[in-house]
Each structure stands twice: as C-alpha cells, then as structure tokens.
C-alpha cells in the first residue's frame, strides 16, 4: 500500500513543482536500449542432429517405432547424413526388416563409402540371413578403414563367425586382436575364456573372469561361469559364493535361473 501511495504522488509532486513557478527540468533523451543478445534459432542440421541422438537413445532401448519416427525427422532435415542412413537401417535389423535395413545401410555407404559403422551393421544383417562367407566380407571391409573407431566389434563378430565355422585357432586369434584393440571389451574376454576351459586351461579362464568382475562388478557372466568352473572341481563353497553373484547381478535372466538349478542340484546333494 505504501508503495501504491507513493506512485499516486509522484505525478502529483511533479506538477507541483510548476505550479509553483519552479523551472522545468530538460528533458533527457531516454537511454539506449540494453542489447539483447538475440536467441539464433537452430539450423536444419542442428535440428536434425537433436532428432538424430534422441532416435538412437529409443534405439538403444528397443524402442524402434520411437527410434524410426525421430531418425525419419532427422532424414528429412539433412538427408545427407550418412549415419542417419546408417541407424535406421539398425533400426530395421532389430526389427527384422532385412530388405529395408540393407537399403538404408547401402544408402550410407553410398555417402560415405569408408563407414565402417555401416559395413559392420550390413555384416550383421547377412550373418543373420545365414549367408555367412558375405557377413565375414563386410566385417574385414570394416577393418580397412585406419580410423575405425570400434575395431574390436568387427574382430569380435569375426571371432563369432570363425567358432560357427569350427575355426577356433582363427576365433583364438581374432579375439586377440578384439582385445588388443580394445583392453576393456567384455565379450572378447567371455569368449576367449570359453575356448581356454575348453581346452582345458581352466587357471587361465579364471584369471580372465576375475579380471572382467574387477573391470565390471555388476557383469552377471563371470560369476556364472566360475561358480561352473568351481563346482566342476569339487569346490562347491566357492561354487555356491559366485553362483549367489549370478543371481544377484540380475536375477531375471537365464543364466540366473541355470545358477538356480546348479544351486538346487548342490542342496540335493549335500549330506
């Protein structure tokens, strides 16, 4: 109220003043206005890479329609992109849609012959269709390029194909080279420890599996697989301790309900 008050008497006290005879005060230009710093609005390309990386977030967790509808968005503001092309045609390889995603996934090698990424992903889909001699020559296309980013995926999906082949000195080599070129690739490591217990070498498959638990203490396989190991060797305290891990780094899944059984299998046994 007092605040009210005081702005009614402003324009009152300002007349008073020539009434009164004063001298009128000149007025003063009023200031410049502050610059504001003018909000640029996004360009098409900018827009589309917004759409690109929400598209691949709905990707990552399976939710294709939501990752199609967005990366569409980006396609139509910067259709030439290479690796929208290339997500999409992801997109439809998780879908099922072999047809379309190897359309999409040509169309990104038509941009950018060298994409790795791309010859990875088209690999995938022929390994999926079955014609494998085809998935084995788009992953060593992906290796050709020196400035591959992620070439321990394509040695890894080598490796894959050379154990469906029965090639396991050539599966050996290539998961070498998958961890060679990346030191903290999880899968490689699972799968070259599969192959040395195997062949028997069951010290050196532990020391991989206790190597991935310091690496990544929530990765179920591991302790799946050295609860196995152990139990194999009589062991069944350790075996029951790390079959329990199993279980609780995701109590949903298959290898949990496996390590269930073992455990079931153990209690039946005991005296």
Do not use: H
Request: net charge positive; hydrophobic share 40%.
């Amino acid at each position: 109220m007092r605040r009210l008050a005081l702005l009614l008497l402003f324009p009152l006290l300002t007349s008073c003043v020539s009434l009164w005879g004063d001298k009128k005060e000149e007025k003063k230009p009023p200031p410049p206005p502050v610059p504001t710093e003018e909000v640029k609005k996004p360009s098409p390309k900018e827009k589309a890479e917004g759409y690109y990386q929400i598209g691949v977030a709905y990707l990552r967790m399976g939710e294709i329609p939501l990752a199609l509808n967005y990366l569409f968005k980006a396609q139509k503001l910067n259709p030439d992109d290479p690796k929208i092309y290339n997500a999409i045609g992801l997109a439809f390889i998780q879908r099922g849609d072999y047809q379309r995603a190897e359309e999409y996934l040509r169309k990104a090698l038509s941009l950018k012959p060298d994409f790795s990424e791309a010859w990875l992903n088209l690999g995938i889909l022929y390994e999926e269709k079955g014609d494998l001699k085809k998935a084995k020559e788009y992953y060593l296309k992906a290796l050709e390029n020196p400035l591959y980013l992620t070439p321990e995926v394509a040695y890894y999906r080598l490796a894959l194909l050379e154990l469906k082949e029965g090639n396991r000195e050539q599966a050996k080599k290539d998961l070498i080279m998958a961890i060679r070129n990346n030191q903290d690739f999880a899968p490689a490591y699972i799968e070259l420890a599969k192959l040395l217990e195997e062949e028997g070498k069951v010290e050196d498959a532990k020391d991989i599996y206790f190597r991935l638990i310091n690496l990544y203490p929530k990765l179920q396989e591991p302790y799946c697989r050295l609860g196995e190991l152990f139990l194999a060797e009589g062991d069944r305290l350790n075996a029951v301790k790390f079959l329990k891990k199993c279980i609780a780094a995701n109590p949903k899944s298959p290898l949990a309900a496996k390590a269930r059984r073992r455990l079931e299998e153990i209690e039946g046994e005991a005296p």
